[in-house]
């Protein structure tokens, strides 16, 4: 799937989840734990690590359609 494509997904489930869940771990890449906001900041600056955690949450299933 397109990068902007799942980018807008993400975004979108952003949007619906609870601010007092926003601090849960949602990816782990290198070792490291990203929460919703972290992973926010990074997509929604476009960066490389943005892109890796949305392609790894497309992979465990995270946009697919219901």
Same mark, same amino acid.
């Given at each position: 799937?397109?990068?902007?494509? @799942? *980018?807008?997904?993400? +975004?979108? &489930?952003?949007?619906?989840?609870?601010?007092? @869940? *926003?601090?849960? !771990?949602? &990816?782990?890449?290198?070792?490291?734990?990203?929460?919703?906001? &972290?992973? $926010? !900041?990074?997509?929604?600056?476009?960066?490389? +690590?943005?892109? *890796?955690?949305?392609?790894? @949450?497309?992979?465990?299933?995270? $946009?697919?359609?219901?």
């Amino acid at each position: 799937m397109d990068i902007e494509v @799942l *980018r807008s997904k993400f +975004l979108k &489930a952003y949007s619906s989840v609870p601010d007092k @869940l *926003r601090q849960d !771990v949602i &990816a782990v890449i290198d070792g490291k734990p990203y929460s919703w906001n &972290a992973s $926010f !900041v990074e997509v929604n600056g476009k960066t490389p +690590l943005g892109d *890796r955690i949305i392609k790894q @949450l497309e992979q465990i299933g995270m $946009f697919k359609e219901r």
